[in-house]
């Protein structure tokens, strides 16, 4: 029997599947791309992709019951981790020329447009990670990771009250403006930037997070 992590990458119709794919392959997961119910219900870890709108994104990953998967995969501890839109997603709300579309409200926070010189923010930046960081372990804080986006989130507003429960690890990243980058809350973990496409360094970020798996 393998001892490789088992991995779905969630395919809903909006996102790079192939190549994140390939760079959990590359890392030493078993991976599998579906939307399959108990497939994804059942890896010991669940990736969620995510290119192009917020609301585009809402309505197929809710076509295709991913909404209820990520919950009920949360619920019981499960590990799930966003990239891109599919970190966006997880956040109360988005906001499109205009148009209010519900996420998952996994976090509170909305998702609206970044202001900068230059939009959409495409190419390599640094991060500012917590010091304590799993998801960063081993990486330089002057590591650049690619990112792809014209929409972000600029607030972070999850207090957290009781004392028995660990207080989310945020990470900030500038273009024009901060914006959240990354964050660890348990069981979820999501990245704005791409991993997929950060060469060495998002191969170390998702050696990271498999080995949490």
């Not at 998952?104 to 939009?119: F, I, K, N, Y």
């Not at 024009?176 to 998002?202: C, I, M, R, Y």
């Amino acid at each position: 029997m393998s001892d490789k992590k088992k991995v779905v990458v969630f395919d809903y119709g909006f996102g790079n599947v192939r190549s994140a794919e390939r760079a959990l392959a590359h890392v030493g997961a078993d991976v599998e791309i579906t939307r399959d119910f108990d497939r994804a219900m059942n890896a010991d870890g669940l990736l969620v992709p995510g290119v192009g709108a917020f609301s585009a994104c809402m309505q197929g990953l809710r076509a295709a019951r991913g909404d209820w998967i990520v919950g009920r995969r949360l619920s019981g501890g499960r590990p799930v981790m966003g990239i891109c839109v599919g970190m966006q997603i997880l956040f109360e709300r988005g906001i499109e020329h205009g148009v209010e579309t519900e996420g998952l409200d996994e976090w509170p926070g909305t998702v609206g447009p970044l202001q900068a010189p230059v939009v959409p923010h495409m190419g390599w930046n640094t991060v500012r990670a917590p010091q304590d960081s799993e998801l960063f372990a081993g990486l330089d804080a002057d590591t650049r990771y690619y990112f792809v986006h014209s929409y972000a989130v600029h607030d972070w507003s999850l207090e957290v009250t009781n004392a028995k429960i660990r207080a989310p690890k945020v990470t900030w990243s500038t273009h024009g403006e901060p914006f959240v980058a990354a964050v660890e809350n348990g069981a979820l973990w999501a990245t704005q930037f791409h991993p997929e496409k950060s060469g060495d360094a998002g191969a170390q970020l998702l050696t990271n997070w498999i080995g949490t798996l």
